[in-house]
């Protein structure tokens, strides 16, 4: 029976500046997700786990970790900005809007920037201003990032899945 190859994510070759990809999938943050990650991350603000406390503020509820709004929203852009590669770094990150449980976020980013890496040639570099929006409308967190991006040709082997042994 042929095996059909799965998406394999871009390559350099792939990205041409202005374009854009948005997220197939949408990502609805629980308390236990803000929870969880507010004490992974040791994060001592009340902000995030304490209601009687976040009630007392201008949110008047606890406010989704900022550092998970960033994970979601990269981590939605993944498939199609990163898979192949690794980020060098971020910049100017801006949350012009609270996030908050229940909220839906997707992931849009654009190519602002795309070069040859001077000092690596089997990869490329590519920018992107990524954008979070929640579910109705509203830009939650914007931030540009570079990526590492490997070349088709030089890209390592994907093709982990192990052959099925007959008994």
């Known amino acids: 029976m042929p095996v059909k190859p799965g998406w ?3 390559f350099f070759e792939d990205f041409e500046v202005g374009d854009v990809y948005r997220s197939r999938l949408g990502r609805t943050i629980t308390e236990a997700d803000n929870i969880w990650f507010t004490l992974l991350t040791n994060n001592t603000n009340q902000i995030h786990f304490n209601t009687e406390y976040a009630k ?3 949110f008047g509820k606890p406010l989704v970790n900022s550092a998970l709004t960033l994970a979601i929203v990269a ?3 993944v498939q199609d900005t ?3 590669g ?3 770094g971020w910049d100017e990150i801006k949350l012009p809007k609270p996030v ?3 909220d839906t976020l997707y992931s849009e980013s654009e190519v602002i920037e795309k070069r040859e890496s001077r000092s690596r040639p089997q990869f490329g570099i590519v920018k992107f201003r990524t954008r979070g929006i929640n579910q109705r409308g509203e830009v939650v967190i914007e931030y540009t990032r ?3 991006v490997w070349k088709r040709e030089y890209a390592p082997r994907r093709d982990l899945f192990p052959t099925p042994r007959e008994e």
């Open 146 to 148: 570079s990526v590492m």
């Open 75 to 77: 981590g939605l852009g």
């Open 100 to 102: 908050f449980v229940g």
């Open 8 to 10: 394999e994510g871009r």
């Open 56 to 58: 007392r503020t201008e």
């Open 86 to 88: 690794f980020a060098l």
């Open 82 to 84: 990163s898979e192949n």
